[in-house]
């Protein structure tokens, strides 16, 4: 039996404990946060682990966890950065044929003149995010100038403080009447999609972020060959070993609107039969390559 420290949503562990332990992968969760964690005595609470799964999210904990646990991870430290820098990864998306939406990465502080060329040089509706955090956080839809100039005027605020580290934002061409896929890639191979969904058909038309955390459900589905293509070719360009290739296609364009290489794991069946396979076949290639 391989050991595998779990570090990722709860609901994920839950989810993926059962199927990977009749792979021969006893998946252990470990909590890392919200606790005291002693630095100068060899912290003994944590189990005896052969691989990681997802480098922690909150990287100051993830770095003591780390030395604590040493082992290999199922993306690692540089593939977390990677992917949470969005504007890196549609960099290199970009460079490498691929579309994506358009996009001006915004560097505090701005003078206002090139402020308003950024506005000017993207289709209207745009949008407004920021370039590293998650879940539909401070997403919003721009269609005039004094909204853009109040919504940056909030950045401002709250880039500012020099704790928040991130002085950049993202403003993006609005993707009108797309389907919202987020497709898994493991280890360069597809192993399924989800589409994300408005709970109710009310919302069709009235709201257009589907995030699973708010509004919007997560519903199986097969994705045409040109979309598989796409999603393997990004995952391998970028070397991420088990990611969400999150995909925006309407009629015209299939785009890649960002990666996440913290992907919550959904339900075994929204997937192919083959997705547990592939994941345990990758912790064991973690654990021989270390
Ligand atoms: N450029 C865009 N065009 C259309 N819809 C978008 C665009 N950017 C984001 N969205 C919508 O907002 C959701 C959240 O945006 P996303 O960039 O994926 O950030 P997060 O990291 O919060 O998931 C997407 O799933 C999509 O529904
Ligand atoms: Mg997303």
Redesign the pocket.
């Known amino acids: 039996m391989l050991n595998l420290a779990v570090v990722t949503h709860r609901e994920t562990f839950e989810t993926m404990k059962g199927p990977l332990k009749r792979r021969g992968v006893l998946a252990k969760y470990i909590d890392a946060y919200g606790k005291a964690i002693p630095i100068s005595e060899r912290y003994t609470e944590f189990p005896d682990v052969d691989v990681g799964f997802v480098y922690p999210s909150r990287l100051m904990e993830g770095g003591v966890i780390d030395s604590f646990l040493e082992v290999p991870w199922v993306n690692g430290l540089e593939s977390v950065l990677l992917s949470r820098n969005?504007g890196r990864v549609l960099a290199i998306l970009e460079k490498n044929g691929f579309d994506i939406?358009s996009t001006i990465m915004i560097s505090n502080p701005i003078s206002e003149e090139e402020l308003i060329e950024a506005y000017e040089n993207v289709q209207k509706p745009m949008?407004i995010?920021p370039n590293s955090?998650?879940?539909?956080?401070g997403?919003v839809l721009i269609n005039d100038v004094d909204s853009f100039e109040g919504v940056v005027d909030y950045i401002k605020l709250v880039q500012d403080r020099e704790e928040t580290g991130d002085r950049s934002f993202l403003v993006?061409?609005?993707?009108p009447d797309?389907r919202?896929y987020r497709v898994m890639v493991i280890d360069g191979e597809y192993v399924g999609a989800v589409e994300?969904r408005f709970k109710d058909n009310y919302s069709d038309g009235k709201k257009?972020?589907?995030?699973v955390h708010r509004d919007a459900v997560a519903i199986g589905v097969e994705m045409p060959e040109s979309i598989i293509k796409i999603a393997e070719d990004a995952a391998s360009l970028l070397g991420i070993n088990y990611v969400g290739i999150?995909i925006?296609a309407n009629e015209e364009r299939i785009v890649i609107?960002?990666t996440n290489a913290r992907p919550t794991i959904d339900k075994e069946e929204k997937y192919l039969p083959c997705f547990y396979d592939k994941l345990a076949a990758l912790i064991e290639k973690m654990n021989k390559c270390y």
């Open positions: 969005k939406p949008v995010k955090a998650t879940r539909g956080l997403i993006q061409e609005y993707i797309a919202d994300r257009w972020k589907r995030n999150d925006l609107s960002e």
